[in-house]
């Protein structure tokens, strides 16, 4: 608590998380949502490139899918990637509209730029209809318990905190951290050169036009 002009100020953190002041000393920050995504649909899947939120649409048909992907993301004037051998804070918004049990959107961070759970080195979360789990790969993949359950339309801030010389892999949603992955094999911890953020939504047997939309993403990685 800091005494302020006006009384107290109270500074909520998360313990162990760094200071912006600190991430502009030890690390780099970067913030992938400009309009060099990639669409990949199906059926009557669509997608939204917005100024403040990337959106992918299943549409009503059963199967339909929308991913949207980046390239490689190498940082403002180095020329290395995402490293998973290094500490990762990776934050972003997820909001979810329509309730039906036969959808599946993902938000990851990976060495892959295809739909579906995590079969290369890489962090993520999962909303099964409206149930939240985090993953994550490196020899093998694994999901944590539900991290939230999502109510449709309400927006969520997540933050991821990889940190493989612990091992452990941290989920936060709304600043409050709901689970940890700490099982080596599933941690993924090497510099990879092909490291994208994709987000995607699948209607497997359903008939709903489901939405999920992403917001604010942030990577800061340490030096």
């Not at 030890?26 to 995504?37: E, K, M, N, S, V």
């Not at 093998?140 to 991290?147: D, E, H, R």
């Amino acid at each position: 608590m800091v005494l302020g002009a006006h009384g107290p100020i109270i500074r909520r953190s998360v313990p162990g998380l760094k200071t912006v002041r600190e991430i502009l000393l030890d690390g780099i920050l970067f913030t992938p949502l400009g309009a060099a995504w990639t669409e990949v649909v199906a059926g009557s899947g669509t997608s939204v490139q917005a100024a403040g939120y990337k959106e992918t649409t299943t549409g009503t048909t059963t199967g339909s899918t929308s991913r949207l992907y980046t390239d490689v993301l190498n940082f403002p004037g180095t020329t290395f990637p995402v490293d998973f051998s290094k500490r990762i804070l990776w934050g972003f918004t997820i909001r979810r509209v329509t309730s039906d049990a036969a959808i599946i959107a993902r938000v990851q961070l990976k060495a892959a730029t295809t739909e579906g759970a995590l079969a290369a080195s890489g962090l993520g979360v999962r909303a099964a209809n409206l149930t939240l789990t985090g993953e994550s790969y490196r020899t093998s993949g694994a999901f944590t318990a539900t991290i939230q359950t999502m109510t449709a339309g309400d927006a969520y801030n997540i933050l991821v905190d990889h940190e493989p010389a612990v091992p452990r892999v941290r989920f936060y949603v709304n600043g409050v951290l709901q689970a940890t992955q700490s099982t080596t094999g599933n941690i993924p911890n090497a510099a990879i050169a092909s490291v994208g953020m994709i987000t995607s939504i699948l209607n497997g047997a359903g008939t709903a036009n489901a939405f999920s939309q992403i917001g604010a993403p942030w990577i800061y990685q340490g030096l």
